[in-house]
Each structure stands twice: as C-alpha cells, then as structure tokens.
C-alpha cells in the first residue's frame, strides 16, 4: 500500500499512468481519494524519513 500526497487529481492520475504503472510487475492500480482537504499546512511530516536528530525539521514547500 502507497500513500501519496499529490497537488491534485491530475498530478495523481500522471503519477499513476506514467510513474507507478511503468514499474515491472506493477499490472494494474486501485485508489481512493478523498474529496476534501484533510492538511491544511505545506508542510510534509517526514520525521520517520530525516530520524531523531532532525525530528524538529521539516522539509515545506512553498505555496
């Protein structure tokens, strides 16, 4: 199972159709969405990604 944070449903569809789907082995792909906003900031929680020491940062994109 995959989470993905895309900007919206047509970043989401490109990702699937010329990313996720050109992978060998990867035949076929189920999603789901949600239809309203669940994160409000432009900032990504990845502590488990950067560890401990930077547990405090946190990688934000702009808007």
Known sequence: MLRIAAADLRALSD????DL???????NVKSSTTPT???????LPLDHVL??????????FAD
């Open 15 to 18: 990702f699937i159709s010329r």
């Open 21 to 27: 789907l050109g992978i060998p082995g990867v035949d």
């Open 37 to 43: 906003r669940i994160k409000q900031s432009n900032v």
């Open 51 to 60: 560890g401990p020491a930077a547990s405090k940062k946190r990688i934000q």
